[in-house]
């Protein structure tokens, strides 16, 4: 097992603390940081600006901690889906979708999910493990095409807040003047609503939002989504109509659309009753059939009637693009089978 820890995931400040134990001078913290997160070097001895001796002295205890992809697929309309190996010999998977003048990558927290939605092949696996930060921002720096990412989306496997301690420090950095000095309006964070984590992260971030909602039903989104029994959809949105969405940060909702389930007129309008109110955009997306499920996603036509519905309401409503679903890319597909394997 190797001893050695690794730089890439560390703050300025624990980078600071650590190389003053080691004797090294303390604005020897600012060049390591400029290497990992501005040059992105991938190891310590691209860090030309530290004498060799120091290089030797880090190199003792640290490396960057910088891993490439296992395997990537292409599908056909550009969309890449990277395989990565954790440092516990787990997988998990990013997608890197490509639009115009943006590249966005979607990330992963964690290697399965304990939150079981029916819908969802990552669900499907089961709960294996926390990401550390290192490997939340392995996906971000080795990822192709890394320097020209415009835009983060946690929406990989995987529920942030359940890992909200290494997600919110994976942000940190990703925002901070040492590292990259992204705006947080270019993260969205996904969550199905685990509330006391995100009455925190309302409190602690200025990130855009997105809330996975399904069905406008407390009954029916139970049998769907089984965190409506401890977390019910009508006190995430009470919570949500306590914060201001009017100006630059944005709040949206994610509406998987199941053909005779929850996709008649009859739950467009309980939908707009729920969210009546608030400043909010709401994301209509096809169903990505999954193996052992015996939904199926909702016609075009029905898809387009409820779009007009809740747009002649008022509401901000598109039918989102599926992207990367001949290479099991795309919303709820991510599973990793290489992990059977």
């Known amino acids: 097992m190797n001893q050695r820890q690794y730089l890439l995931g560390m703050t300025l400040a624990e980078i600071t603390e650590s ?9 020897t913290a600012k060049q390591i940081a400029d ?22 002295i880090l190199k003792k205890r640290y490396e960057v901690g910088r891993t490439e992809p296992q395997k ?53 696996m089961g709960f294996k493990a926390n990401l550390s930060v290192k490997e939340i921002l392995n996906q971000i720096y080795s990822t192709p095409d890394a320097e020209n990412l415009t835009n ?14 290494n997600v919110m420090k994976t942000i940190e950095i ?7 000095a992204w705006s947080p309006k270019r993260i969205t964070l996904s969550t199905i609503g685990v509330l006391p984590k995100l009455k925190r992260f309302l409190d602690e971030s200025k990130c855009h939002l997105a809330v996975s909602l399904h069905s406008p039903l407390p009954v029916q989104r139970q049998t769907l989504m089984p965190i409506e029994k401890t977390y019910s959809i009508v006190d995430v949105i009470a919570l949500l109509k306590q914060y201001d969405w009017s100006h630059q940060r944005r709040l949206s909702f994610e509406y998987i659309m199941f053909e005779g389930v929850n996709d008649s007129i009859v739950y467009a309008r309980e939908l707009s009753k729920l969210l009546g109110g608030l ?47 001949d290479i099991s890319a795309a919303c709820g597909m991510l599973s990793t089978a290489e992990q059977k394997k």
């Not at 440092?87 to 590249?103: G, H, M, T, Y």
């Not at 990703?174 to 990259?180: G, I, M």
């Open 279 to 325: 400043d909010c955009r709401i994301n209509l997306i096809r169903f990505h059939a999954i193996p052992g499920s015996t939904l199926r996603s909702s016609n075009e036509e029905s898809m387009v009637k409820f779009r007009e519905f809740l747009s002649a309401k008022g509401f901000t409503c598109t039918i989102r693009t599926s992207r990367g679903e």
């Open 35 to 56: 290497w990992i997160y501005v040059k992105r070097v991938a190891s310590i001895d691209e860090m030309t600006n530290i004498s060799i001796r120091n290089r030797d």
């Open 72 to 124: 990537i697929q292409i599908s056909v309309d550009g969309t890449q889906k990277m395989l990565f190996k954790t440092d516990s010999d787990l997988f998990i998977e990013a997608v890197n979708i490509p639009e115009d003048e943006r590249l966005t990558l979607c990330v992963s927290s964690q290697v399965g999910c304990k939150m079981n939605c029916d819908f969802c092949m990552t669900g499907k």
């Open 174 to 180: 990703l925002t901070a003047d040492y590292a990259l």
């Open 19 to 27: 190389i003053q134990t080691m004797g090294l001078p303390k604005y």
């Open 152 to 165: 983060i989306v946690f929406m990989g496997m995987g529920e942030p807040l359940d890992n909200y301690e």
